[in-house]
């Protein structure tokens, strides 16, 4: 089975029902594919509903991702990972955020090079990983 991890913009798309996104959620359950995240995509979609003072989606967000198979830790070897390949893409002058960095990082120590994201700009200059 696949690992997939999803990313920031696609909770939130989620969340806020957005047609694509729960099609693609719809899509990777029939492919019994194992749904994952990120330690930094809690933080970040979390940080948006607190920020829009939607407490009902900050909660439903949070039994979401507790539902879930693995949410990947930012440790250190995932931060490592993280910093080489924002390096990586800065020496070519290109950039992504931060938290895509991370994402990417905690993605890549955990060995999971699949995610589901509306950022697929971003995660496309990754190599090794693979959007959905």
Same mark, same amino acid.
């Given at each position: ?30 492919? &019994?594919?194992?749904? +994952?995240?990120?330690?930094? +995509?809690?933080?970040?979609?979390? *940080? ?5 003072? &939607? ?14 198979? *693995? ?24 950039? !992504? ?5 991370? !994402? ?12 589901? +994201?509306? &950022? ?11 959007? *959905?």
């Amino acid at each position: 089975m696949t690992l997939v991890c999803l990313d920031t913009t696609w909770t939130v798309d989620f969340f806020r029902n957005r047609e694509e996104a729960v099609k693609k959620l719809k899509q990777l359950q029939e492919e &019994n594919a194992i749904l +994952t995240s990120t330690a930094a +995509t809690v933080f970040e979609t979390l *940080y948006y509903f607190f920020i829009k003072n &939607n407490q009902e989606k900050a909660q439903l967000t949070i039994q979401f991702f507790k539902s879930l198979q *693995y949410v990947f830790p930012l440790d250190m070897e995932a931060s490592f990972k993280a910093a080489e390949i924002a390096a990586e893409l800065a020496k070519k002058g290109l950039s !992504i955020g931060h938290f895509d960095s991370l !994402i990417a990082g905690s993605m890549m120590r955990n060995g999971c090079d699949t995610i589901l +994201t509306s &950022n697929v700009k971003d995660f496309g200059r990754i190599k090794g990983i693979k959007t *959905y």
